[in-house]
């Protein structure tokens, strides 16, 4: 195991996130895993299946193109080549 007594280095401890902010991550996404396994469970299409409608459809296309229309903040056209 390695030890740390005299601390991190200056560099290290100024860019480093709170331990907090490292653990909510983590835990978040262990959440998103989570979710995503339930909702590939055999059960979830059943109710996907009694939810599906003119409303579900249009909530979905709504979203998607919400999406699309998000601006973009990066517009520069070089992105891929380096001058």
């Known amino acids: 195991m390695v030890l740390f007594r005299g ?5 290290v401890d100024e860019a480093a996130a709170p331990p907090w902010e490292v653990v909510a991550g983590v835990v978040g996404l262990f959440a998103l895993h ?3 396994f339930r909702l590939q469970q055999p059960g979830v299409l059943g109710v996907m299946r009694r939810a599906e409608g003119p ?3 249009g909530f979905l296309s709504g979203v998607a193109l919400l999406l699309i229309l998000i601006p973009v903040t990066n517009v520069n056209p ?3 080549f380096r001058f």
């Open 7 to 11: 601390g991190w280095p200056a560099a």
């Open 34 to 36: 989570w979710i995503e």
């Open 55 to 57: 409303v579900s459809r």
């Open 78 to 80: 070089f992105i891929y």
